[in-house]
């Protein structure tokens, strides 16, 4: 079995490795096939603001330079967050326990799913338990990386019939919006008309 | 550090409108917008200066393989041409830093095409070939003569949560008093309900939902919370059941 995560909840624990779900292995995929007008295939490829120069794919490179286009090299340069402090590494999720909470309805609903993974377990007993869990719409919340970085995603596991899976992506807290634009008014017209005369002559 | 992390993921918001009805009949164009996030982080030299990556052109077509196996024949005339000179190298372009360029099509004999013909190939999961096609043309229909409306009935929550991947979010956003109380019974009657309805565009209000002309179609799904007097409503797309993959 490929590697696996060992997650850790309240009073379920448990390991399984992982499989990137993707329209491709549930759907099928498409292949964009390009001709010129004598049937010769064609790719995709760019030309320069010279409007003549033709670069292929691949013949370009992502270079990492300081104001002045200076080349710098990546392990003199430090990770810091925006307001200059040192960043913090967050580990690969298969590196030690990942430590599972409880999410709500509205921490699933606002999560924008950029990955869906498979939950795959060594033994039948073990997806049973954990399916069990998380049946009746229960829902654990963790922390997710691939690889260490900076920047773990959130996630969330959830159940159905097909299986256990982990969806990561991003919580996004959407403000709740009020109206702002009208002071409430009981009864306009009747003020208008009783207090002032009106002016037919607007000149 | 917390609140300042929070700052971070604070959104910046792209706007856009559409045309969308209730379950009585009455539309309107409202706005919505995605949340993108900002960089939480970002590299500096030791002296705390930031650094900033740039695409740098290594070779242009005629420098490429495809190219000097042309000019030379085979593979041991280009290590012969290797050894003697730099075929691989243009001193004009090599190193040149690239900001915009233009998408273009080329041919095997690696000049630009202008007269192209398109066709789809439509695989199976396990890679069969299915058929081959004409592509099919998407066609905008978020702010079309036909609102966007629901599909059908209501979809509780709770049996609904773990089908569909939510992939992408809009929120919907009032911009008058009217709209927002249109937008306000929408979101209560969802939250009291505490389902989801569906959406589809198109003459007979059964279509995925486009958003921009040649872009991909999605399921659509509309939610809706309120707190008080105010309401969030939440536009949720998916082209992805949450469905098992076997092996």
Redesign the interface.
Known sequence: MAKAIEFVADNLNFSAAI?K??????????????????G??????????DGK????NG?????????K?NE?D?K??????????D?ILIPSSFDGEVKLSEAS??D???????S?Y?LDFEDASALKSTSDYLAD?KLLRFIFNYRAD??GADAIL???D??V?A?T??I????????K??LPVDSIFEETLEDEEMDFGML | MKKWILECYKKTTMSRKINIADNKGRNAEVVFRSFTKKPLIKTVTQEGEESQTVRVLKSVANNSYDCLLKEKGSDDGIVESLINSDPEFNPLWTGYFISETSKVYINSDLKPVFKIQKTEAIFLPDGTLKEERTPKETIANILAEYPVKSAGKFLPKKDIYNKFVFSKKYQLSHNNGLTFDFLFEMAKELQEKDAMIMLAGGVKGNEPLVFQDGGKTYRAFLEGRIRGNSYILLIHLSNLELKGISK
Not at chain 1, 108 to 114: A, G, K, V, Y
């Open positions: 499989t779900v993707d329209r491709d292995k549930v759907y099928g995929f498409i292949e964009l096939n390009v001709k010129d007008d004598l010769k295939p064609c790719n995709l490829g760019s030309m320069l603001d120069t033709l670069v292929l013949s370009t490179a992502l270079k990492t330079v300081d104001n286009y710098l990546k003199q340069l430090k990770v810091v967050y925006q307001n200059g402090e960043a309805f509205d699933l609903f606002n999560l924008e799913i950029t869906v498979q719409g900076y920047e959830i159940t159905n097909e299986g899976f969806l992506g991003r996004i807290e959407f403000p709740f919006l009020d109206n634009l009208s």
